[in-house]
């Protein structure tokens, strides 16, 4: 039976090689605004894969199974020599058009898709890393991520090195040691420290480790961490692409050799995308590009207040030439600085404790991304999971916010932070 899947695996993704291979090349010279909306679409309405051919919208394709009354054909399916899908589980209509379109708007060979985005970290590490591999990645990335390596990869016999963040040479120098993967974010989170992935990428290649680089805080439309030497990029769909805080879903992208084998992975493992979440997630990202370049001016304009407040001590934001690595941040995300900011208030917890409350135009919940602008400290958000002892080895004070830029006016934004922070 294992030799079964395994033979299997890579054939059944791989059957969709060519049609790959066909709409990257007819979404080649656009925009990222047309991928948006089209990326993915087109193809999959001239193969008449749609339940209704020709249909504007992707349909949703709940069926966890497909029927065929010719033996020889279903078995041609089964082992990838004719189009079509066997088991939900595997592959499905809808949810193949939300990887293609992400796969289209990173400019990648091919993509697969999770229940979620911490689905996607940890079935792609699993099927990537051995007992006795080593992985090397920094220290305040998202604590769920932080905590596969603190906690989960170490149980497997998987040798974890975390470095400083924002110390380049201490990456290098780890990664020159032997390692089998560098795991990147950057933008970070909650911190928003970035990590130059080209540089980094070279030393890693040089050592045969595979790139692994979580792009959800920039999203393809300000950065391409492809084009910048990564081997994999992954997102938590349920933020950013989505945008609306109403899917849950994660996915990668990548050579097609690669994607292959996290995808055997996912489809034994089992965490795939419900089809009717990956047309929630196709919906949303139909608009990513303009809600992406509002939060962009949004999220630049409050930072830039945030850093003129005297209740404020410090922010975190690479838009801004007083962040420590704005000029590679300038380099590396060219589409603009993304949605994310954090800060710290003076006076610590008890300030942060006092002021969000106050908020009136924040939602103070565990997300991030959507068209609402969504505020909360990393002990109940991004690092909820982690002991207080666990966030201060990974340089995460108690006392930070972390600011979610949404689509509202900005001047309404500033005015209810504004009526939030003490003044002086």
Known sequence: MAALFKRCSPIVAGRVRVARNNWQRQFKHHGSGTLSVWGGELENNERGEYAVKGSTQVPIVSSISY??????????VALGNEKGHIYSRNTNPTVAAFERKVATLEGTAAATSFSSGMAAISNTLFALLSPGSRVVSVKDCYGGTALMFLEFLPRFGIDVTLCDTGDADAIEAAVAKGCDMLYLETPTNPALTIVDIARLSAAAHAQGATVVCDNTFATPI?????????????HSASKFLGGHADAMGGVICGAQNTIDKIYHFREI???CLDPHA?????RGMKTLQLRVQRQNDNALTVAEYLHRHTAVEKVYYPGLPSHTSHDIAVAQMPGGFGGMLSFTLKGGWDAVRTTLPQLQLAHRAANLGPVETVVGPPRTTSHVECTPEERSRLGIAEGLVRYSAGIEDVDDLLEDLDRALPQA
């Not at 029927?67 to 041609?76: I, R, V």
């Not at 300000?222 to 992954?234: C, E, F, M, R, W």
Request: charged share 15%; hydrophobic share 40%.
């Open 67 to 76: 029927g065929y009354d010719d033996l020889d054909t279903w078995h041609d």
């Open 222 to 234: 300000n950065q391409h961490p492809i084009t910048l030497g990564a081997d994999v990029v992954l």
């Open 269 to 271: 493992n089992g965490a």
């Open 278 to 282: 990956a047309y929630m997630l196709l």
